[in-house]
């Protein structure tokens, strides 16, 4: 299954354990919940500029390829959310929070 929701507003989003060929979420909002926890991405997965306002998990969601979030924002960064391996927020000067990827430290790459 090919999905491309660019720019769209999904409310309570669930894909848990659904298997995605190609996903595009850009500039997309999820609002509430988005849960993404044991989904399978086989191509890319594209986030980029998507915006989550609720709780947000990955848990076991499987990337063959990559997972693109450039411009992700997050709203309530201070939330326990799951995130993909490799991806981490970073709170902003507004209190929001920006999704970028981690260095091999584990702290966003960039930053020492």
Known sequence: MNLDLTGATLI???LTSGHVTKAIFDKATFTETA???EATF???AEFNGATFTG???FDGATFIRDAWFNGAAVANPAE???WPDGWCVTVTPEGTGSLV???ADGVPAGED
């Open 55 to 57: 709780y947000v998990e």
């Open 101 to 103: 990827r981690e260095g």
């Open 80 to 82: 326990p959310h799951s």
């Open 12 to 14: 309570d989003f669930d």
């Open 35 to 37: 849960r993404f926890s």
């Open 42 to 44: 086989t191509e890319t």
